[in-house]
């Protein structure tokens, strides 16, 4: 697989619309608490992405920051219209502004198919049933 691929994003309502340069091995699962309550899902997949080889082509992201389970400080920003997540990065006075790296939610992606996860953290609060669901009956469009 390539080492480098362009993403194309957009918020739900499409108030916010980005491309970025991004290592398609760089796409993790993410089963902290944080995700889960803000995500509102089991769990969140994210592709990391150098702030300098992404591009915001429409819209101003809006800023939440938190503390990290980590105790590191965190942005998350997301979309003020539609509330879609957009990504998490660190705080511009711990890192610098070009140079951090941004955890793109890969919901909001064309490429999502191709971008399959390589890894787990926080699994220690992984949601047990979110392991398998390929068993489930399953319709093409909600029934
Ligand atoms: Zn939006
Ligand atoms: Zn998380």
């Not at 997540?85 to 511009?92: E, F, Q």
Request: hydrophobic residues 35%.
């Amino acid at each position: 697989m390539s080492d480098s691929m362009m993403l194309n994003g957009s918020c739900h309502c499409g108030a916010i619309v980005f491309e970025a340069q991004a290592n398609p091995n760089r796409v993790v699962i993410c089963h902290c608490t944080d995700c889960q309550k803000m995500s509102g899902g089991p769990y969140r997949s994210i592709v990391q992405v150098k702030e300098a080889q992404f591009t915001l082509l429409k819209g101003e992201p809006k800023p939440y920051f938190k503390v990290g389970d980590s105790g590191n400080r965190r942005e998350l920003s997301f979309c003020a219209d539609c509330g879609s997540h957009i990504y998490a990065t660190s705080v511009v006075d711990d890192v610098a502004k070009g140079e951090r790296m941004l955890g793109i939610r890969t919901g909001l992606l064309a490429e999502i198919a191709q971008l399959p996860p390589k890894s787990e953290v926080w699994a220690q609060s992984k949601v047990a049933w979110a392991e398998n669901i390929s068993g489930l009956p399953s319709v093409d469009k909600q029934s």
